[in-house]
């Protein structure tokens, strides 16, 4: 009986191409992180599925990506952020990455998720959502 070992070009690559994926993730992440914690709605625009899914205090539902700018802009210019940090991050199980962190503003801080979903070569955020931050914290 012969066993199966894969050559090291082969693993190589294997490794090279989940690097490749990995990082191309976390440049999304990180651009959607600048962009909350500096209020660029238009920005955190770019890196949005056509129709996302989005929460707000003052919204909830699924938005163009020009209808979620236009509403997200709102939200900064009433409450301008002071940095975005991320606390918890994972996968869930249909493979979408997530984030959970804490966005202070000038009148007050949120708690803010996000989820990237692969599409096409890239990740983009289908699904935002800015909640009001928990009185004991």
């Not at 209808?67 to 301008?80: G, V």
């Not at 007050?108 to 990237?116: A, E, K, N, S």
């Not at 890239?122 to 909640?131: A, P």
């Amino acid at each position: 009986m012969r066993s199966f070992i894969p050559n090291r070009t082969s693993f190589l690559l294997v490794l090279l191409l989940a690097f490749t994926g990995l990082r191309a993730q976390g440049g999304v992440k990180d651009q959607v992180v600048s962009a909350i914690g500096s209020g660029n709605a238009a920005a955190l625009a770019k890196n949005m599925v056509a129709n996302v899914d989005m929460t707000l205090p003052s919204a909830s539902d699924y938005y163009s990506k020009a209808q979620a700018e236009q509403i997200l802009r709102k939200f900064f210019d009433e409450h301008p952020p002071k940095g975005l940090t991320i606390v918890h991050e994972g996968t869930n199980r249909s493979g979408d990455s997530y984030y959970i962190g804490n966005l202070p503003t000038q009148n007050g801080d949120f708690r803010v998720t996000f989820f990237l979903k692969k599409a096409g070569d890239g990740f983009q955020v289908k699904q935002l959502r800015i909640e009001a931050g928990r009185a004991d914290r």
